[in-house]
């Protein structure tokens, strides 16, 4: 699969588009999803499926907590828009933290970042580090 059978362009969820433009709030990105499903979920490491209440595409939904040595801790959520038959892959997958690592470092996903800035980016420069086992 390549990046560019990933989403249809004309199709795009509007959640992406806004991300795209630097439209998408918090808020917006707190009420727009239903969880459909909890793969995983952990104190510091969750990996749930989203849907889009509007259009129904399915995310893979990935938040990681990245403890810093200087006490405070980054706070990073992922939205990988997937087809439904990629779920059963991020279901199986073993481990579950290195492969999801490597999931968002190269597909296109809507980042709530560290810093509290949302925003859509392909693939993501930084998991080898925010993916690290605690
Ligand atoms: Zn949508």
């Not at 995310?59 to 439904?84: A, L």
């Not at 968002?104 to 859509?120: D, F, H």
Request: aromatic letters at 14%.
């Amino acid at each position: 699969m390549d990046a560019n059978s990933e989403v249809n362009e004309r199709n795009e969820c509007h959640m992406i588009r806004s991300a795209k433009e630097h439209r998408l709030t918090h808020v917006e990105l707190k009420s727009g999803f239903t969880t459909v499903e909890e793969i995983y979920g952990s104190s510091g490491f969750d990996v749930w499926v989203d849907k889009c209440k509007q259009c129904g595409q399915l995310f893979i939904y990935c938040f990681k907590e990245k403890c810093r040595p200087c006490g405070d801790d980054d706070y990073w959520s992922f939205w990988v828009p997937v087809e439904e038959s990629e779920i059963e892959t991020v279901r199986n997958a073993s481990p579950l933290l290195r492969f999801m690592g490597e999931f968002v470092g190269r597909r296109g996903n809507i980042c709530w970042s560290a810093t509290e800035e949302i925003y859509w980016q392909q693939g993501f420069h930084l998991a080898g580090l925010v993916f690290m086992p605690f």
